[in-house]
């Protein structure tokens, strides 16, 4: 099945297989997408993935995460990003654009600005985001945010995009309000699971307005929080405790995936966990080294991130190595049986996400009913003719992915591709792939040699 050919709404995907959002720094410090982002998306599309979903562009003018990610705050950006759209349509695939807003957890700034500590409420969180503790929204600055998404939305479709997602996982801003163990709002944007789902809803009814009924729109969203993961401290404990410890649940998600629906969300894209990066999210190891060159580059910018810094810096790795590894292991297509129950409750497209390489398990996962499509980053990274792999009958490539979460905890940092050195003969070889991953086209570079 992963060769035939899907439809959502009119959207026509010539296979099974989606590139899933990578985010990097290819883009200007004010947002806007450069060449190297344009050619970052391109090799997919030349490598013939049958749709590719975008980093999640920022709908905030302030708040991009992590800096040098594109934003969509402006009609300035528009033109820009709608290149690289150009690009990847001199090929059959199709372009999705994936908007977000990383309200009170933003991952990192140049400076510290009171707009990256913006959520649904007042809280701690030890993991994610550099603020000690983020602020709650007025409901001026809730209005505000749903008609960014909005503008946003409107943008996406005047970039050529053939279709919207919006993020509601990833512990970004939505999944902030969703969240029974952050949000402890007492409006009309708190407190019951109806309440919390209030936000996403406000966003996608303006969204509507501003892109039109016949302009596909999907929602990544997040299939069971466990909130416990990773090893996380957020305070304060909010009652019920079940809540505060679990987050959603299945059973919450499938009530809002219903919902989604009558909404008239067109497909859904499922995830799991909560928080970038998390292990229900990432399935794979925990990268320490990369990770502690993240938290050291923005312990400059609160006590929180300082304090953060310094106990990894301070306690020896053969402790901190088992403590950080608490819930990192890898499982394959792990959120695939969870996407089945979304299909049955809503009988919505439905694209998984998280731990898929292998072909027969991508295969029996298609064929099982399990999901209409599967969209992968880790492996696409590692080896961008994956399809092409699957194609000649290979079940996996020579040096698969493995796992090892180095990708997406370097992001933050240094140019997008695959660290794993392990996969590589020399460090040179690896840094050779990763540069290749933004250097300029194939017809360009034919034409200078
Ligand atoms: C380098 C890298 C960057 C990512 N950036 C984003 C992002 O901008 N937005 C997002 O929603 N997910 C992002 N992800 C998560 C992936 O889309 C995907 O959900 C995750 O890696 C699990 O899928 P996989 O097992 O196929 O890698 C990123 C992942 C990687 C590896």
Redesign the pocket.
């Known amino acids: 099945m992963i060769f035939e050919p899907f439809k959502i709404k009119n959207l026509n995907f010539k296979n099974r297989i989606l590139r899933?959002?990578?985010?990097?720094r290819t883009s200007y410090y004010d947002g806007t997408v450069s060449s190297a982002f344009k050619n970052f998306e391109k090799r997919f599309a030349q490598n013939d993935v049958a749709g590719i979903?975008?980093?999640?562009i920022s709908v905030h003018d302030k708040r991009t995460s992590p800096m040098e990610?594109p934003k969509l705050s402006d009609d300035r950006f528009v033109k820009p990003l709608s290149e690289a759209i150009k690009a990847v349509h001199t090929y059959d695939c199709r372009y999705i654009i994936?908007i977000?807003d990383t309200g009170g957890i933003t991952h990192t700034s140049l400076f510290k600005q009171k707009e990256d500590s913006m959520a649904c409420s007042n809280f701690f969180d030890f993991a994610y985001g550099y603020h000690t503790r983020t602020h709650e929204m007025t409901l001026e600055e809730i209005e505000e945010t749903i008609n960014n998404f909005a503008e946003a939305g409107r943008r996406v479709r005047e970039a050529g995009a053939d279709g919207l997602e919006i993020?509601a996982?990833?512990g970004?801003i939505i999944h902030q309000f969703l969240n029974p163990g952050v949000n402890a709002r007492k409006d009309k944007y708190g407190g019951s699971v109806d309440k919390r789902f209030q936000f996403l809803e406000d966003i996608i009814l303006e969204t509507k307005k501003k892109v039109g009924n016949d302009f596909p729109i999907g929602i990544?969203l997040s299939s069971a929080d466990y909130n416990y993961l990773p090893l996380n401290i957020r305070l304060p404990i909010r009652f019920p405790l079940k809540g505060w410890y679990f987050g959603n649940t299945i059973k919450e998600y499938l009530y809002y995936a219903k919902k989604l629906k009558a909404l008239g969300i067109d497909y859904l894209h499922i995830?799991m966990g909560y928080g970038?990066?998390n292990p229900k999210?990432?399935?794979?190891d925990f990268p320490l080294h990369e990770m502690k060159m993240f938290y050291n580059s923005n312990r400059h910018l609160s006590g929180k991130a300082w304090i953060r810094a310094s106990l990894l810096n301070i306690i020896p790795e053969f402790i901190l190595n088992p403590i950080m590894n608490i819930g990192w292991k890898y499982v394959p297509g792990?959120s695939a049986d969870y996407s089945k129950l979304f299909k049955e409750e809503t009988g919505l497209p439905v694209i998984a996400?998280?731990?898929?390489?292998e072909r027969d398990f991508i295969e029996q996962t298609l064929q099982s009913g399990k999901a209409d499509m599967v969209?992968?980053?880790?492996?696409?990274?590692a080896n961008v003719n994956l399809v092409d792999i699957f194609r000649q009958g290979k079940n996996l490539p020579d040096k698969p992915?493995t796992?090892c979460?180095r990708?997406?905890a370097?992001?933050p940092l240094s140019p997008?591709g695959c660290y794993d050195l392990s996969r590589f003969n020399s460090q040179d070889e690896m840094e050779e792939q990763i540069m290749e991953w933004s250097a300029g086209s194939d017809e360009r570079l034919s034409q200078n040699s």
């Open positions: 899933s959002s990578i985010g990097g979903i975008s980093a999640t990610y994936q977000g993020t996982s990833k970004y990544r995830d970038f990066i999210g990432n399935p794979g792990i996400n998280g731990g898929f390489q969209a992968m980053a880790r492996p696409l990274l992915c796992h979460n990708c997406p370097r992001t997008l």
